[in-house]
């Protein structure tokens, strides 16, 4: 249960003063539902205006606060703007333009001849000055004192400054005295204000202390839920599973293993024998060739007569996995069921009965497989693909289906840096798949401005009477995905009417039905082009699709491009990925591009995105989701998780029941950042 007096905060946003269904609606889109989302809604910066007595001490461009003197209304014709002519005491002239429906309030609230402090940018327009849309119509000199330094917070369409503003006000109003939870050692050494303190102040100023307190916060929630959860995973009895090899020695498979490959699975094969439950993540490029790994895994648990399972983050990919399972498995005689969210009636009942009296071994699905209609005669694998799609929350809920703790066996194509292994993963064994099978090519990737789309249009024919396929990604940036959507949707019409019917599309809004026939008609050949946003940047596999076309390709981050990349280069084909540009390309955007032409390594790629968006680039951890953090910057990850690590396991290693005032004070802090499953293992021991 949460601690009574977070309650308040966790208070939905339309319980509050002014907030209806309609101003509901941008709030959630910034993720804000409530009270204490508002509190972590931080400034992304501050307006710092400069008070000035005439406009003399002012510069151009400068934001101030000047007192100033209406002299003249001056209505336009037609659509021109509506100035209010003022003066200063100095005799300067100054416009406060005004645009549209503004132009109403303004006349109320500038009357001439009276002394209105006012708040904006100083501009010049030809000879005169002006200041157009001033951000703040004073009465009175302490009223724009007080507007001196100003927070910017990030917006959705329907939200404006102050509003915003006045809701985190409101937000804030209702915070509570919170107990301590960092160790105070760590307090003194960096000087932070208590949590309290700290939310006032990150949203009064610029104020370094105050901000990185309140991630280091988030950041020792994270490593204290994950270390409550190793901690937890220590002390329970999973299933040794010493396979004897008699349906390993069927499989005939058409490669030899890597080396990675074989490290691997005998890292896996160790885990497995012993009585705690295994928690190793596998981490490997696409490509890398995780999934017989994953099946070697399997089977081992099936010839110890138990039963394995395979968690995909989609239906397309749940759907190839079983394909790919079935096929390799073929020859062991092992039974494969596929079961997804579309299973209905019969069909998933004859499912259910094969889990349950254990005549199916191994089970594909998505999170379909862990619902409480499901269960098992034994259970004793679970295969993640794609982990970081899945919270740690659904990670547990799933390990609760066995009669004992299941072993669990993570896979990633997301090379992570090492700063992030940690923050994601906490303490989980790692293997890497370091090396790519032999006579992989190395994919061409080349930057092209998109004045030249035409020809990348006329080449995509050629490419197609070849015999080969392509994918067309078209961005897909977060804030508003019905536009992203209709963009794909226009290019998909366009690209069909000039290359004919095989250009399927798909995308986050269609049926899965409707994904899944396209994403059919691809992997059989029929279609030759695959137009998505990028949903298709996880897992499929079509070897024949050799070219991948991304539109605004700066748009995207490097780790991202690099998964998308990594959809070609899969058969012994020579492949190619253009990257299309915009025209305003940022210093980081060229930079991304660059370095994707020059490596292929997705380690290095990982580790300089990290570098790239330390540097305040905007599209940041929050929308590319491959963060856990909302308010630690990867700046701060970096700096302060070792710290929050070492506090956690510290405070773990004395107090490992939370039961000390200080682990009542941490409990809370996991019930904040909504870390509590960490807390509800502790009560299940
Ligand atoms: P990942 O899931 O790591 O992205 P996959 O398991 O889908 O990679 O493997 C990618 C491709 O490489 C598949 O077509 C697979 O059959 C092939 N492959 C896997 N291991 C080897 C190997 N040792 N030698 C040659 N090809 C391999
Ligand atoms: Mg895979």
Not at 131 to 136: A, G, L
Not at 280 to 286: C, I, N, P, S, T
Not at 390 to 412: D, I, W
Not at 641 to 650: G, I, S, Y
Request: hydrophobic share 40%.
């Amino acid at each position: 249960m949460r601690p009574e007096l977070l309650n308040p905060l966790f208070a939905d946003t339309e319980s509050m003063d002014g907030v209806g269904p309609k101003l509901r609606k941008p709030l959630a889109r910034l993720g804000l539902t409530r009270l204490r989302d508002l509190l972590y809604h931080l400034p992304d910066r501050f307006v710092q205006r400069h008070s000035v007595s005439t406009l003399d001490d002012a510069t151009v461009g400068e934001q101030i606060v000047a007192p100033l003197t209406p002299i003249e209304h001056k209505a336009s014709a037609g659509r021109g703007p509506f100035r209010v002519m003022a003066q200063d005491e100095a005799g300067n002239i100054c416009a406060l333009t005004y645009f549209g429906r503004a132009s109403y309030t303004a006349r109320k609230q500038l009357p001439t001849g009276e002394k209105r402090w006012i708040a904006g940018r100083l501009d010049q327009y030809g000879q005169m000055l002006q200041i157009v849309h001033p951000d703040h119509v004073a009465q009175d000199s302490a009223g724009a004192m007080g507007k001196l330094v100003e927070p910017i917070y990030p917006l959705a369409e329907g939200l404006t400054q102050p509003r915003m503003a006045a809701l985190v006000g409101q937000s804030l109003s209702h915070l509570p005295d919170l107990p301590e939870w960092i160790e105070s050692g760590v307090m003194q050494k960096q000087g932070w204000p208590a949590w309290k303190e700290a939310l006032l102040r990150a949203h009064k100023a610029e104020d370094k202390p105050a901000r990185d307190r309140l991630a280091y916060d988030e950041l020792l929630a994270n490593s204290l839920a994950l270390m409550l959860v190793r901690a937890a995973n220590r002390q329970r009895k999973g299933q040794p599973l010493s396979g004897d090899g008699h349906l390993r020695r069927k499989l005939e498979l058409p490669f030899p293993l890597t080396g990675a490959q074989k490290r691997s699975i005998a890292e896996v094969e160790g885990d497995l024998g012993q009585t705690s439950p295994m928690l190793r993540l596998l981490q490997g490029d696409v490509g890398a060739g995780k999934t017989v790994v994953a099946l070697e895994a399997l089977l081992i648990a099936v010839e110890s007569g138990a039963q394995g399972a395979m968690l995909a983050p989609t239906e397309i990919l749940a759907r190839q996995h079983y394909e790919t399972l079935r096929q390799m498995a073929a020859p062991t005689g092992v039974q494969i069921a596929l079961l997804t969210g579309r299973d209905k009636g019969k069909a998933r009942e004859s499912i259910l009965m094969g889990l349950m009296d254990g005549s199916i071994d191994i089970v594909v699905g998505t999170h379909a497989i862990f619902q409480d209609a499901v269960t098992y005669r034994n259970l004793a694998l679970v295969v993640i693909d794609e982990q970081h799609r899945f919270g740690v929350g659904q990670r547990l809920m799933l390990t609760r289906k066995g009669r004992v703790t299941p072993h669990c066996l993570a896979m990633t194509a997301t090379p992570i840096p090492r700063t992030l292994t940690l923050a994601e993963y906490g303490e989980m064994d790692v293997s890497r798949l370091d090396e790519l099978p032999p006579g992989r090519q190395a994919i061409d990737t080349r930057v092209i401005s998109s004045e030249r789309l035409g020809d990348v249009v006329a080449g995509l024919e050629r490419h197609f009477q070849q015999g080969n396929q392509a994918y067309w990604v078209c961005p897909m940036v977060r804030e508003n995905e019905n536009e992203d959507i209709a963009a794909a949707e226009a290019r998909y019409a366009g690209l069909k009417e000039r290359l004919g019917d095989d250009v399927v599309l798909v995308h986050g809004q269609l049926k899965s039905e409707e994904k899944d026939a396209a994403m059919e008609r691809f992997a059989r050949g029929d279609a030759k082009l695959l137009v998505a946003t990028t949903v298709i940047e996880v897992g499929v596999d079509v070897p024949n699709a050799t070219l991948m076309v991304i539109e605004q390709a700066e748009r995207f981050g490097l780790a991202q491009l690099h998964q998308l990349r990594g959809r070609v280069g899969r058969g012994s084909k020579k492949s190619v990925c253009l990257l299309i540009r915009g025209e305003n390309l940022s210093e980081t955007g060229r930079e991304r591009l660059a370095l994707m032409r020059a490596t292929q390594d997705g380690f290095r790629l990982a580790e300089e995105d990290l570098r790239l968006r330390g540097g305040g680039e905007l599209l940041g951890t929050r929308q590319s989701g491959d963060s856990p953090f909302n308010v630690a910057s990867l700046e701060q990850i970096q700096q302060l998780l070792p710290v929050a690590h070492d506090d956690a396991r510290l405070l773990v290693e004395r107090d490992g029941g939370l039961d000390s005032p200080r682990g009542a004070a941490a409990r809370i802090l996991l019930y904040l950042f909504e870390r509590d499953w960490g807390v509800q293992l502790l009560r299940g021991g």
